[in-house]
């Protein structure tokens, strides 16, 4: 059974950072090589929104250039379990949002959150002076 647990948010002042993980674990090794895990962020009485993705072969997309310029999203090299990471910096008011991980097994990485079947229960981001 695939798991998905994010950890890291917490507050923060404008200007700040924060690293965000999220570990996925019980899949199939053997289908490693299509593994795509994505960070989503839902901002009150906003639409969820893709921030970046990561496949476990190392391809990325971000969001946008405000996304890339800013964030970062990496991954470690376990096999059996695979942890994301989004280094955040610079962080905005606007910022502010549940940031949930994504994973799911898919012939391309997206940012559509329709694609992917595995959610972690979200962390909170919030980013106030």
């Known amino acids: 059974q695939v798991q998905v647990v994010e950890s890291g948010g917490g507050s923060v002042p404008p200007g700040g950072s924060l690293r965000l993980s999220c570990v996925v674990s019980?899949?199939?090794?053997?289908?490693?090589?299509?593994?795509?895990v994505a960070w989503f962020r839902q901002a009150p009485g906003k639409e969820r929104e893709g921030v970046a993705t990561?496949?476990?072969?190392?391809?990325?997309?971000?969001?946008s250039d405000s996304v890339r310029d800013r964030f970062t999203i990496s991954q470690s090299q376990g096999l059996a379990t695979r942890t994301t990471y989004l280094q955040t910096t610079r962080l905005q008011p606007d910022d502010t949002a549940v940031y949930t991980c994504?994973?799911?097994?898919?012939?391309?990485?997206?940012?559509?959150?329709?694609?992917?079947?595995?959610w972690g229960q979200g962390t909170q981001v919030t980013v106030s002076s």
């Open positions: 019980g899949y199939r090794t053997s289908a490693l090589d299509s593994l795509c």
């Open positions: 994504a994973a799911d097994w898919l012939s391309r990485c997206t940012l559509s959150p329709q694609d992917y079947l595995n």
């Open positions: 990561i496949r476990s072969t190392g391809s990325i997309t971000y969001s």
